[in-house]
């Protein structure tokens, strides 16, 4: 088989099998850029791709300069060889390859980056406060950053929560991540009056025909998507009067950080936040103890101690 049918063949199979917009996007940009980099090399079939071809594109993509005259971060290196990884993988599965050229390939260790911003509680109160409640859209805008904070969930898994999701008795969510992958986040009970009122009182106004049960819902009555989501916390930010530049993702940073401050164990969080790894949750331990340190240097009495003689 060619590889400029193969490649067409994977993206088609990956929005089959119900990957994220967001995965197949990120496929589709790796793959092209591994395409132009196989006709380069003058490689059209799929029995070409062998390891030492992908060890190839490994050390082009390590020396490969932007347009901006920099190298490539070693984030973008291994999400480029992570999508040639998984495009092997789907090969040898469907038998166009008899053994994996990719499957030995080491990526690139991505550097351990902090979060840029977490809310204090008076910056999350103002934010809190932001939205006019006393509005139908008001009052659904302050369900969303309640739920982004509480659960710590992802702006998509905010757009995909259907009522039938809701166990208002209990006080959970199931919650449809990444992959389809579902886990189920608990919810405080302030939060869940809220959004039982919500329901009660204020979703069906924005109905408009058919309804499809999604908890939050657009202008026309239908499945608010993530951008939307952004949209309203940017807007939230706006009328806060904080200048920092806040997103989705501050919600989930700040949910994480304060709990780990709080003392919540660390395998918890990874739970709640729906991490694979332990090591995408550790992050967050280096802000707290970051804070820590701060705290020692100005409390500790060791601080002020004379030095030894």
């Known amino acids: 088989m060619k590889i400029n049918q193969a490649i067409p063949e994977y993206l088609i199979y990956l929005r089959v099998v119900g990957r994220s917009p967001y995965t197949i996007r990120n496929a589709k940009y790796g793959l092209r850029d591994f395409g132009r980099y196989l006709e380069e090399e003058q490689i059209t ?38 999508v040639v990884k998984n495009f092997c993988r789907y090969m040898v599965e469907r038998d166009y390859l008899v053994h994996d050229p990719a499957e030995k390939i080491r990526l690139p260790k991505k550097p351990k980056v902090l979060p840029r911003l977490i809310l204090n509680q008076g910056e999350l109160q103002r934010m809190m406060d932001a939205p006019d409640i006393r509005t139908n859209q008001g009052y659904r805008n302050r369900i ?28 959970y969510i199931k919650i449809h991540g ?13 939060v869940f009056n809220l959004i039982g009122s919500y329901i009660e009182m204020i979703r069906h106004t924005f109905l408009q025909g058919k309804d499809e049960g999604y908890l939050i819902l657009n202008r026309w009555g239908g499945k608010m998507n993530e951008n939307g989501i952004w ?10 009067g904080i200048k920092k530049n806040i997103t989705t993702h501050t919600f989930r940073h700040t949910c994480a ?21 332990l090591e995408s949750t550790q992050i967050y331990t280096r802000v707290t103890i970051n804070d820590l340190k701060e705290i020692h240097a100005r409390c500790h009495p060791s601080e002020t101690m004379m030095e030894m003689r």
């Open 144 to 171: 969303i950053l309640e739920l982004l904070y509480d659960c710590g969930i992802r702006r998509a898994e905010v757009a995909r929560i259907k009522l039938a999701d809701l166990d208002l008795e209990s006080g």
């Open 178 to 190: 990444k992959g389809s992958k579902e886990r189920v986040v608990p919810v405080s009970g302030r």
């Open 231 to 240: 949209a309203v916390v940017k807007r939230c930010a706006d009328l806060s």
């Open 45 to 82: 079939h799929v029995d070409g791709l062998t390891r030492e071809v992908i060890e190839e594109y490994q050390t082009d993509l390590s020396f490969r300069i932007t347009g901006k005259g920099k190298p490539l971060t070693l984030r973008t290196q291994g999400n480029l060889l992570g």
């Open 257 to 277: 950080t304060h709990m780990l401050k709080h003392g919540a164990p660390i395998r918890h969080v990874q739970e709640l936040l729906g991490h694979e790894s």
